[in-house]
């Protein structure tokens, strides 16, 4: 009998000496993933008053107030304030994820901290940081729009469909335009998923745009 209570006493010991290291190692809770759209807006607030097309003349551009060197480094073209807010996001998150907070003075007065994807090198597609200027993070699929999209057509789920389909490489900006990119990605999809490849984004290519199979470029 004492053998045995020593033994469940070593073995406690030893859970618990696991316990306190995964706790030392992870830390209490894991942050989610990526910082939240209120802690980009609140950033955005403090470098540029959330104006995406600033340009003091300081060498610092943008909403995120990029120097041109840094811009550059995570695949930023053109000025920083000429391109779109979602390609000023996207850069912004690619920055986050390979410095942290760091390039940021405004994030040390604000108090952000550094979650788990801060310097973690994952280069993040569009449709990562799509959240940023007030979409939901990418997840469940959105609802179909029961509307039947071609060549030409402007509407705001086709900035959803363009986003989504940044998740296998494509690059889009969101303009929510449909025109010849879209048209690609739109018969991409519907081959890779058995589906007549009509050019025409309908019920079953939306859906196949999350829950099918990977489009073969």
């Not at 097309?53 to 073209?77: C, E, H, I, K, M």
């Not at 469909?161 to 335009?177: E, P, V």
Request: aromatic content about 12%; glycine content about 12%; proline content about 6%.
């Amino acid at each position: 009998m004492a053998g045995r209570r020593v033994f469940r006493g070593i073995a406690t010991l030893l859970l618990t000496l696991v316990a306190a290291a995964t706790v030392q190692l992870f830390g209490a809770g894991t942050a989610s993933a990526d910082p939240s759209a209120g802690d980009w807006s609140r950033l955005r607030g403090c470098e540029s008053s959330n104006r995406y097309t600033t340009n003091t003349g300081n060498g610092y551009y943008g909403a995120y107030q990029f120097d041109l060197p840094t811009w550059r480094s995570v695949g930023g073209t053109s000025m920083p304030h000429l391109v779109p807010p979602g390609e000023q996001d996207y850069r912004a998150l690619y920055l986050y994820r390979m410095r942290g907070w760091q390039p940021w003075e405004c994030a040390g007065k604000l108090g952000l901290r550094n979650d788990s994807d801060a310097r973690s090198k994952q280069k993040p597609t569009y449709a990562d940081s799509s959240y940023i200027g007030g979409k939901p993070k990418p997840g469940a699929m959105p609802k179909w729009p029961g509307v039947v999209y071609a060549y030409g057509d402007c509407a705001p789920a086709l900035r959803e469909f363009q986003l989504r389909m940044n998740a296998y490489g494509y690059g889009f900006d969101g303009t929510g335009c449909y025109y010849a990119k879209t048209r690609e990605a739109v018969v991409d999809l519907q081959r890779a998923n058995g589906i007549k490849a009509s050019g025409r984004l309908g019920p079953k290519t939306w859906t196949a745009a999350w829950k099918g199979k990977a489009p073969r470029r």
